[in-house]
């Protein structure tokens, strides 16, 4: 062994001790197994506890803030105005706030009215928009983000755009057929060819000589320019599925809308125009029979007809005109209908009788009915003078909505659309399931349709009798059938013209249903646009914003049939009055259409002649704002008088009825069937109903109720609730101090308004939902008022907190239930947190003068504040007597009564936490519901009270009194237990709590001490961490937990509060021990570790107690990282994307831009780097290797598997797997590595997981201060160094760029979320099996595309994700994919170069400098060697160059294999198609050369890995360019040329000698890329070229691996295995001419048993080859541990191919090797593989289970084929290919190949007669031939593979007649055999071998005969004998052999050939041999029949007896041809007659 070996081989040793010392140590402490973090005791504290954080505001006060402010400074303390008060205008819809004007409001109204004016008061924590809750990373903040990054170059980019170009070219050389058409070129011709290429440009400083440092600083220099600032910015955003501490502000309380429709009427337009018509339109639902919208009155009329009624008419007013109206639906749905009404000016005759002229008269007729129509128009006109303020009904017609929405969005119709075409209907009902919970029933949505006109032809004139809404409804129901009534009936016919279109979302001039302008109202004279009252189907659930107060009058019926007298035409006048006094009538009534906009009076339409109408009439009515109990509504009933007599008044008072309005102080709603009263009612009716019969007066139908009519009030001020209405009156009668105030039938006076009081709150849950949300403000606000100011009741304050608090609780409860649907993800009802967060306030405080609060404020305050309270005030309070204990509530004596209010003030935070510590359990479950609004109501007061009352500026120690602390201590404490405990009986619930209660300790640390707030977590981490060890199932726990601290984490300030700018203080005393351990491990220094750096990088004590919250992150993420962690594959994802968040979120901060802010917040995170090192093993493994985990730098790590590994003996320096090349890219795995051990592997990361946990180790890389992290390298151990570049190896490999390509053929999101489902899945059915994990984990290596998708799971709401995310993306969006990750998996390596530059300046003055640096070189080598950008290579390959110059021994003395690596890797960047690469690809490979020249004189060994490497490479790329190659090559000419520093040596002459043997070699292999498509023919030419380099071994074994690449590729296992037997046997012969040792094979005899053919390697002879010369055999293989490999990977490739049997004979070689060197663990390995081996062939004897290949012979015919013409060759090809389909494939190609009509197969296996072909013609002959034995072979070869393995004889059979056809009759009937032999032995390392032998026998017709009886006997008996025996079979081969019909059968063999004697002598033998055949056939025919009778069932008896039959007829014809005797034969054999058995006998015809 060299010396370098020894020496590193010694050290192992030595280091391995030390290891084991240490890990027994750790053992022995830590009392487990194996050592792990959790318990780890250098830290101080477990990990699973928590430690005691630092007190942050003693911190910061002893902290010398920095001298200069800037943004390190900011890091230290909040912001100063950090917090702030927003007084927010509200908004109002209106131009106006229509509030009423009058001042004597009562205290309801006026506390109304004050709450819809007053201003939001919003608390704004001023930067909590920079918090991830607020401002996540998303994927379109990404996208923007990512604007303007540069395009990065890659060579797999590059050579697909340029595919078409260079290699199209070969096509006309593609033409030739042989490899040996065009000469090799001579030396001269080459030479020329370089000489007069261009080369590349030179790196102008490459030969200038500079000192180490300043080219590293150079370098650094260049590598930091244009890096972009955030790494997140190239890696896509984090989970949203994980995103828990996401929040959005609320949005503030707005008016509540459905979707919105605007109808405008156009025209009207009637057959006949005689007299004005009025239109009325509303919404009607069928389904819930009800009118969903309040009346819009509309006048389309022309001026003439407007014209007739002016002697009624006022000036109409503008809101009066308005034609076009916006309707709001909340519950769409196919049921509903727009119902247009007309109406007309009242006139004499029935309805019928008017709408007659409508109906019959047509406009062309106008000429014919000239005098009709004027008749009509007088009377139209005399009826409009006198009766023209009454109208009557018309006509009416319906629009069904569902058919104009849904048809609008498919037909065109004449519809004005605004031009884009909106989607169909039927696209849209495609909604999720919350829009429908919406909608309730099937959804139907008004809002996106396309806007239609319609025209409405058909109108049904009204009937007397149907009026009512209930004959309505069954008109409109029965309109929906297809054969309705209506259609019989005789419509009238008009034309109404309306738009139906989605109203705008901001349309101008809109009126609100109080006639207020809505913004915007450019111009108050345009013509209006109404929006109409909703009265919504179902419950409505919004809290009022606005003043509203209207009521809606419908009389319905009226029954005057009883009432004496003239009353038929009977009309209803409505009037709002205040007194009894006729004027009193307010004018609060709305106008209709054309009118003035109020009246003080109103008329229902009249029907003629009818004492019992019905209506359908609605009043709109504006209530006065103050109510009183003398407003009530007049009804007086009219009888008008329709013709005019004389005499006779137009109008005659028939009845009076009355409503008050208010009752009990509430306002008196719902139906009322009244008793009409004949006389005008007495003085004061006004405050009784009319059901009091008052004396004297004449009531209609004896005082019943004949006037049926229903109020319906819409109010934001009457909240229409019996338990309502009692609760603000009971308020305000306190707040207003009014005793005695009467209550329904109770007097309410000082004594019992308390009890009343408490009754009310009790009473508030019963309050009906609607109400109870529609007035939730004012009932919380008051309930506030009641828990801040106790009332105070004749001088006693009345304490109510607690009853005030559990309503509360009810309430929140209560409308938390009714808005259930409208929930956010966190069950967090809007209107709730927009109460919060808007409208709540502090009573009594005045938030616009936080100065100047009123002195009362302040002084409740101070007293409350007092630390020495007066002891005779009954206020102290203590935890055993509640304050909320009425008891305690006595008056003091000495205090005035406004002192005592002053004292009874409490602040709402401080009660809030009191009364719910101190709450009912029945409370206290409503409150954990809705913990969340308490919580948020508690921070709102407590910041109130912070900013009202100046205390910002107060120590946080001091803001907030230690009683309140201690109850926040509590309540804290109880939920956190109630999270625990719930976790596993409702999940969502605990899931809820702990959210709220992570965002409630997130906003106390805005205000109070963030130490106590520290404490509080810490508490509830201890609370969690008892729990854990009882729970069933901590992995729910673990997860709560998780989402706490993620919360937690995501305050705005989590910087800051993780005191990033204090030094570390080392902890206070190490115990010695751990000191004494960590001194002796580090590596580079000699004293020891600075404890400092130390634990800054680990989760220390004192870094977890100076970075709290970062600590807490990073131990939850290194406890999910646990190998034993609990339900490890959800809480990696969790813990990961928690990390992941927070990091992409400060890259997007601008507060932590600078560099030096960055790496100040690196600090926080620097653990991250030692847990993602531990947690190395079970990452996802990048690296391609077959399925073992592929570390490259396991020769570092003695320490951590201590599993007797091999590589105590074995090289160690050697730690590279042995797989395909020198380095293809899959040869990674260490051969000390098996795969991962159960007990250690734990649960494996997901490809995602893994992804995400790297780039945040980038992140920390990138970001953190580089001195800083070289002090830390340095006092790594090796082991923890080694594991470190396994990382950064990882992280090449994790973000490696995949491709243009790749992203078409895969959605990458798709593929991250399938990985992860999988993965998920692989978790749950494999727990953690470890080897079956390895195997599964393997399998999704080869299909890491799965398509699940990743499904969040929660109780209430499974949502799937749409697999939408598998949309096919557009191009664009592909191009941008691919250009973000070009530039992560630039930034990615780059930044795991600079690390590598930060590990190699540590390193310098170390002992164990070799093995570091031989390992930092190989991730270096594997970042050249991966796919990258030029922009990386560059920086890459100059790091590479000052790698070598400064350590050149690393690759000139110690092993060769980096020098081979680098070589290889060099040169494919020589090759490549971008210029900058190639440049400087070839500047490194020149110094390269140039360093080993120096150092030896000569550079043989680069020389050699040169040469090595570019066969090599030629052999292996598919997309080699070697135009490009030229360059570099000339290109390096160049540099040499120029080198003044060597012009006197030989350097120059050996580099031009070395450039042009690489310019033959590459010429002489590009004629392989010709035979690219042709399998056969480039493996013969890898073949030549491998025989070309026997010389030279190391070559050689390249291209044997390379055969045996292409051979795996092509699937040719039995192939592959060929080569690297035939590679192990020239190790070997190597081997055993270096030392000769016992173990080792002794060179190619030892294969032969394996391979006859392996005996070629034995060509090196000692004269050809010296080991000791410099650069010969000293690849990585030509050692013990490369003979190893080699044999590993030939055993596996035979395993492959089926052949177990050479399976084992290869481990015969195998074995010694092992036993040698005691491996054990690998002899187990191998053993088992044996076993499995041997099982197979016990399960597969038969040998049909695998068929190992079929055989064909194919010749080439014709000059086509150059110097394959007339060659014969046997092909192997794979098994059970069919001769057409060889034939097909060999065609096909050649026809390619040659063109068209060129290229013949020749159907026949005759011999081929040359002379007769087409010269011009290419052909091929293929017949199929079969493995040949003789006789004695057979006694060898017994089993199936024996008779399928190292064949060497074929043999096929050609039969012919002497006429020339192939088949005749008997006697003519001969057959040619002929035998082949080849070269080799198949398998060989090619499949096709050529022919070398051939020899023909022709046989005779009788020994055709002959044969064929042999083969029906053999049939017979293997039938006969089968087991289990086959009926089915025996009975066909029986029926072949005796059945009478038998064409050519044995009967007629017999007839032909024996029926005489011959003549010829020489026959008699035969004659006599056919006898003694049929004499057995005869026997075995019985013995099948004997068999046959047997098996068969009482059915097949007829058949066998048949059979019978004709074996006897059988026996009997052949009897006498049998037994007629040869006499000859009896006498001795004349010496002339050969014996005809022997082969030779035949004639040969030999080729």
Sequence with gaps: MAAAERRAFAHKINRTVAAEVRKQVSRERSGSPHSSRRCSSSLGVPLTEVVEPLDFEDVLLSWPPDAEPGPLRDLVEFPADDLELLLQPRECRTTEPGIPKDEKLDAQVRAAVEMYIEDWVIVHRRYQYLSAAYSPVTTETQRERQKGLPRQVFEQDASGDERSGPEDSNDSRRGSGSPEDTPRSSGASSIFDLRNLAADSLLPSLLQRAAPEDVDRRNETLRRQHRPPALFTLYPAPDEDEAVERCSRPEPPHEHFGQR???????????????????????????????????????????????????????????????????????????????????????????????????????????????????????????????????????????????????????????????????????????????????????????GF????????????????????????????????????????????????????????????????????????????????????????????????????????????????????????????????????????????????????????????????NKSPEFYEEFKLRLPACVTENHHLLFTFYHVSCQPRPGTALETPVGFTWIPLLQHGRLRTGPFCLPVSVDQPPPSYSVLTPDVALPGMRWVDGHKGVFSVELTAVSSVHPQDPHLDKFFTLVHVLEEGAFPFRLKDTVLSEGNVEQELRASLAALRL???????????????????????????????????????????????????????????????????????????????????????????????????????????????????????????????????????????????????????????????????????????????????????????????????????????????????????????????????????????????SLVDRGFVFSLVRAHYKQVATRLQSSPNPAALLTLRMEFTRILCSHEHYVTLNLPCCSLSPPASPSPSVSSTTSQSSTFSSQAPDPKVTSMFELSGPFRQQHFLAGLLLTELALALEPEA????????????????????????????????????????????????????????????????????????????????????????????????????????????????????????????????????????????????????????????????????????????????????????????????????????????????????????????????????????????????????TKDEMEHEALVEGNLATEASLVVLDTLEIIVQTVMLSEARESVLGAVLKVVLYSLGSAQSALFLQHGLATQRALVSKFPELLFEEDTELCADLCLRLLRHCGSRISTIRTHASASLYLLMRQNFEIGHNFARVKMQVTMSLSSLVGTTQNFSEEHLRRSLKTILTYAEEDVGLRDSTFAEQVQDLMFNLHMILTDTVKMKEHQEDPEMLIDLMYRIARGYQGSPDLRLTWLQNMAGKHAELGNHAEAAQCMVHAAALVAEYLALLEDHRHLPVGCVSFQNISSNVLEESAISDDILSPDEEGFCSGKHFTELGLVGLLEQAAGYFTMGGLYEAVNEVYKNLIPILEAHRDYKKLAAVHGKLQEAFTKIMHQSSGWERVFGTYFRVGFYGARFGDLDEQEFVYKEPSITKLAEISHRLEEFYTERFGDDVVEIIKDSNPVDKSKLDSQKAY????????????????????????????????????????????????????????????????????????????????????????????????????????????????????????????QGPLEVAQVFLAEIPEDPKLFRHHNKLRLCFKDFCKKCEDALRKNKTLIGPDQKEYHRELERNYCRLREALQPLLTQCLPQLLAPTPPGLRNSLNRASFRKADL
């Design 450 to 609: 396309r806007p239609a006109t319609l025209t409405v032809t058909n109108f049904f004139k009204q009937e007397a009798e149907r009026l009512s809404d209930e004959d309505l409804f069954k008109f409109l129901a029965d309109m929906r059938r297809p054969s309705s009534l209506l259609r019989r009936l005789r419509p009238v016919t008009a034309q109404l013209k309306i738009d139906i279109s989605p109203a705008p979302e901001n349309p101008h001039f809109c009126l609100s249903p109080e006639l207020l302008h809505i913004k915007p109202y450019p111009d108050p004279r345009g013509r209006p646009t109404k929006e109409i009252l909703e009265f919504p189907a179902r419950e409505v659930y919004a809290p009022h914003t606005s003043y509203r107060n209207l009521l809606y009058v419908y009389p319905h019926s009226l029954n005057f049939s009883s009432r004496q007298g003239s009353v038929r035409n009977l009309a209803v006048r409505v009037q709002y009055m205040t007194g009894e006094d006729p004027s009193q009538a307010l004018p609060v009534i709305f106008g209709k259409s054309s009118c003035s906009e109020f009246t003080r009076e109103a008329f229902t339409p009249v029907v003629y002649h």
């Design 1820 to 1943: 091929i002959q293929i017949t199929y031939v079969e493995p040949y034995f003789d006789t004695y072979e057979l006694k060898d070869r017994v089993t199936y593979f024996d008779r399928n393995y190292g064949l060497r004889t074929f043999l096929f059979c050609t039969p012919f007649t002497p006429d020339g056809r192939a088949h005749g009759e008997l006697p003519e009937q001969h057959k040619r055999k002929t035998l082949l032999s080849t070269d080799h032995a198949f398998p060989y390392i090619k499949t096709r071998i050529r022919v070398c032998h051939r020899e023909e026998m022709v046989l005779t017709p009788v020994e055709v005969a002959i044969e064929d009886m042999q083969k029906k006997t053999r049939e017979l008996a293997f039938a006969t004998e089968q087991d289990p025996p086959d009926a089915k079979m025996l009975q066909m081969v029986l029926q072949g052999s005796v059945g009478p019909t038998v064409n």
């Design 261 to 447: 429709i605007l109808v405008k009427c156009l025209s009207l337009k009637f057959e006949i125009e005689i007299e004005p018509i009025f239109g009325i339109l509303a919404l009607y639902d069928v389904r819930e029979k009800k009118k969903i919208s309040e009346n819009f009155y509309f006048d389309l009329n022309s001026d003439s007809m407007k014209g007739l009624l002016r002697a009624h008419g006022t000036h109409p007013a503008i809101s009066t005109l308005a034609r076009s109206a916006i309707f709001s639906v909340t519950y769409p749905s196919p049921d509903i209908f727009l119902v247009i009404k007309l109406e007309k000016v009242l006139q004499q005759g029935d309805i019928s009788e008017c709408c007659e002229p409508y109906m019959v008269m047509k406009e062309v007729d106008t000429a014919k009915n000239k005098e009709k129509l004027e008749k009509l128009r007088l009377a139209a006109e005399q009826f409009c003078t006198r009766l023209g303020r009454y109208r009557m009904p018309f006509a009416w017609t319906a629009v069904h909505l569902a058919n104009i929405v849904s048809s609008a969005g498919q037909l065109d119709r004449d519809s004005d659309s605004e031009g884009e075409r909106r989607p169909a209907w039927t696209d849209r009902r495609r909604r999720g399931p919350q829009d429908r919970a919406s909608s309730g029933d099937d959804a139907c949505s008004f809002s």
């Design 1126 to 1369: 609990e339900g490890a594959f959800l809480l990696h994802k969790k813990a990961i994307s928690a990390v992941h968040s927070l990091l992409g979120g400060h890259d997007t901060d601008p507060r932590y831009a600078e560099a030096t802010v960055k790496a100040r917040v690196a600090e926080l995170y620097l653990p991250l780097l030692s847990i993602a090192r531990d947690t190395l093993p079970r990452l996802h493994d990048f690296a391609e290797g077959p399925g073992q985990r592929s570390r490259l730098v396991s020769m570092l790590d003695s320490d951590t598997e201590g599993e007797g590994d091999i590589a105590g003996t074995i090289n160690p320096s050697v730690a590279m797997a042995i797989a395909g090349g020198p380095l293809a890219p899959g040869s990674r795995a260490s051969i000390c590595q098996g795969p991962p051990t159960a007990s250690r592997a734990g649960c494996a990361l997901s490809a995602e997981s893994s992804r995400t946990l790297l780039v945040c180790v980038l992140w920390v890389l990138k970001n953190a201060e580089p001195a800083l992290l070289q002090r830390w390298a340095t006092d790594l151990t090796l082991p923890q160094l080694g594991r470190l570049l396994d990382l950064l190896y990882l992280c090449l490999a994790a973000f490696e760029y995949k491709g243009k390509k790749a992203f078409e053929r895969i959605n990458s999101l798709t593929f991250k979320k399938s990985l992860d489902m999988k993965a998920r899945l692989e978790e749950a059915i494999l727990g953690t099996i470890g080897a079956r994990q390895e195997m599964v984990r393997r399998s999704r290596e080869r299909s890491p595309f799965g398509n699940l998708e990743n499904v969040r799971w929660r109780k209430s709401v499974t949502h799937w994700k749409q697999t939408s995310d598998r949309v096919d993306k």
């Design 767 to 1005: 309050a009906s939902p609607e109400p109870l949300v529609a007035f939730s403000h004012h009932v919380l606000d008051k309930l506030v008022r009641l828990v801040v100011r106790p009332p105070i009741i004749s001088g006693q304050i009345v304490n109510l907190g607690r009853g005030a608090f559990e309503a509360m609780a009810h309430v929140v409860s209560l409308v938390h239930r009714s808005l259930e649907a409208a929930q956010d993800a966190r069950g967090h009802c809007p209107q709730l947190a927009a109460y919060v967060h808007y409208a709540f306030r502090l009573p009594g405080t005045e938030p616009s003068l936080p100065d100047g609060a009123p002195p009362v404020t302040v002084q409740a305050a101070t007293l409350a504040r007092g630390s020495g309270r007066p002891a005779s005030l009954y206020l102290a309070r203590s935890k055993s007597i509640s304050s909320s204990n009425p008891d305690l509530a006595v008056a003091p004596g000495s205090v005035d009564d406004e002192v005592s209010r002053i004292l009874a003030s409490k602040l709402l935070h401080e009660e809030l936490a009191l009364q719910w510590v101190v709450s009912s359990s029945a409370v206290r479950e409503a409150i954990l519901q809705h913990a969340w609004f308490f919580f948020q109501l508690m921070v709102k007061s407590m910041a109130l009270h912070l900013l009202l009352g100046q205390r910002l500026d107060t120590p946080r120690k001091l803001r907030f009194p230690g009683r309140f602390l201690d109850d926040i201590t509590a309540l804290v404490g109880s939920v956190g237990l109630e999270v625990i405990t719930r976790v596993h009986k409702d999940v969502e619930l605990a899931e809820r709590l702990n959210a709220s209660l992570a965002f409630f300790l997130s906003d106390l640390l």
